[in-house]
């Protein structure tokens, strides 16, 4: 599975972004998708999962800002991240695995997208 990330960008705080992890290769609907995030001098950080069902998980911090979902028909995941914070500046991955409780485990990985969130 090829994964590549897009949609990233820069956003004043407040302010939206939707990011897209489109995906090449294997069935896209076999894999639960996650989305990843580094910031500069920090480890990277689980954000959001969706599986094979459609289930949702998310990270306390982006809880009720950001939403996954994903399009099994464009074998793409999207995050749509609302109500964006200066700690929400980083780069952000997406990832796939047949096993959703070993998304930080991910055989497959996209390239990353930056997000920079300003004051």
């Known amino acids: 599975v090829q994964l590549q990330a897009s949609g990233g960008g820069l956003v004043q705080a407040g302010g939206s972004l939707k990011l897209s992890c489109g995906a090449s290769?294997?069935?896209?609907?076999?894999?639960?998708m996650g989305w990843f995030r580094q910031a500069p001098g920090k480890e990277r950080e689980f954000v959001s999962l969706?599986?094979?069902?459609?289930?949702?998980r998310y990270a306390d911090s982006v809880k009720g800002r950001f939403t996954i979902s994903r399009d099994n028909a464009k074998n793409t995941v999207y995050l749509q991240m609302n109500s964006l914070k200066p700690e929400d500046t980083a780069v952000y991955y997406c990832?796939?695995?047949?096993?959703?409780?070993?998304?930080?485990?991910?055989?497959?990985w996209g390239q990353g997208t930056q997000v920079t969130v300003s004051s």
């Open positions: 290769g294997r069935s896209f609907s076999s894999y639960s």
């Open positions: 990832a796939a695995s047949m096993f959703s409780d070993q998304m930080h485990r991910a055989p497959y």
């Open positions: 969706i599986n094979l069902s459609g289930v949702t």
